[in-house]
């Protein structure tokens, strides 16, 4: 049985991926930090029904000897780096701590398997936030780098030492360049589940107004659930490479607000409201990637579109909210 150990396995994407290597019948180990509400920060496993599969293992990115202890004793095939001060718009607020857990953390976490498990393979949750200020108007893996946010500039630094590991030290280490992907368990900071949640909050009389920054921006989503199968596939590879990871089809945050209120009847212009503070100091205007290695190399590609996408996260938070009613209720 292969042993898969995965940083940030109480995030959107550990869950999946928790999902999807447990279908492939790994032995499957979450790396999670310690918290005093743990019940809470195991939620998504749960909704995913993966909790009682797989084994939680206590450490932080930024603590290097938990890490090394940890890649010691779980013996990982694979390792996949999820982890992350993850939501943009918080890295001007802690640009240090993005720095040290975002860009360092990756850095302590190839340290550790280049210490102590150097044949495990390593994937590396690079992101498509590096384009930034778009050098092409199609992104590949050929496209310039131009960070827009102390975030983006915290993965770039993940990705080069990605890079240079692979480079240096032999280590399979690969780089998956994911644009924008969402689910029901995407955070609610976010800003495709900052709508759907708005929608069925609205739809139920619990609010009347959803307000929003920018809304012409544009970004090429897809779904969480076909995005970690990427993952995976670039660590079958017999040799480790970096691959753009998207649907090859932008929308604005606009068109997105249509969509979602129209899944559930309503008008956005009715309940939509702009609002300058969500405005963001330096904006990344468009995203749209080019996933054509993707296709040929791994065979992958994105299955799900963005209307079945967002019609299955209203309904998520329609259901969620109704039986929060319910429970207050009871
Ligand atoms: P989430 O924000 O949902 O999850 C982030 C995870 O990182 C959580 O499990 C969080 O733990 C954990 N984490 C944060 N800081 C630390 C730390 N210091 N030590 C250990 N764990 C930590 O992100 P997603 O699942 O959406 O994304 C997964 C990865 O992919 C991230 O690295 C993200 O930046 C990257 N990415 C995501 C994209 C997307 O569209 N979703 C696009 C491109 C890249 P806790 O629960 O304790 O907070
Ligand atoms: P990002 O691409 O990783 O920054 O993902 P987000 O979902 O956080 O943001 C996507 C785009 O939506 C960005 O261009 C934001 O400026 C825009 N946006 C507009 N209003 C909001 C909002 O209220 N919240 C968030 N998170 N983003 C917003």
């Known amino acids: 049985m292969r042993t898969a150990l995965v940083t940030g396995i109480t995030g959107q994407d550990g869950a999946y991926l928790a999902a999807l290597l447990l279908e492939k019948g790994y032995r499957v180990v979450g790396m999670a930090r310690r918290s005093a509400s743990a019940d809470m920060v195991s939620a998504r496993l749960r909704w995913l029904g993966v909790l009682d599969r797989i084994e939680l293992v206590d450490g932080d990115l930024l603590d290097l000897s938990s890490l090394i202890r940890i890649v010691n004793s779980v013996e990982p095939d694979e390792v996949y780096n999820l982890a992350a001060q993850s939501f943009v718009a918080a890295s ?21 398997v280049r210490i102590a498990r150097p044949q495990a393979r390593f994937y590396q949750a690079s992101s498509s936030e590096m384009y930034g200020l778009i050098q092409e108007k199609v992104q590949s893996e050929r496209t310039p780098f131009y960070p827009r946010s102390p975030y983006a500039v915290a993965k770039l630094y993940a990705h080069w030492m990605t890079v240079n590991y692979r480079e240096s030290f032999g280590l399979h280490a690969s780089s998956g360049i994911l644009f924008n992907h969402e689910s029901p368990l995407r955070g609610i900071e976010f800003v495709t589940r900052k709508v759907t949640d708005g929608v069925a909050r609205i739809k139920l009389g619990l609010a009347t107004q959803l307000p929003l920054g920018n809304l012409d921006a544009t970004r090429d989503w897809g779904h969480a659930r076909d995005y970690v199968e990427a993952m995976w596939l670039m660590l079958q590879q017999d040799v480790a490479d970096d691959y753009v990871v998207a649907t090859g089809r932008t929308t604005s945050i606009r068109e997105l607000c249509r969509i979602a209120f129209s899944h559930a009847g309503l008008n956005y212009q009715d309940h939509v409201v702009t609002r300058s503070d969500l405005i963001r100091p330096a ?36 259901a969620r909210h109704r039986a929060t009613a319910r429970s207050a209720i009871a």
């Open 92 to 112: 001007w607020q802690q640009p240090l701590l993005t720095g040290l857990a975002t860009g360092i953390g990756a850095a302590n976490l190839l340290e550790a």
């Open 283 to 318: 904006e990344v205007d468009v995203l749209l990637g080019d996933a054509s290695k993707a296709k040929a190399k791994l065979g992958w590609q994105a299955t799900t579109t963005l209307e079945v996408m967002i019609a299955e996260m209203v309904e998520a938070d329609l």
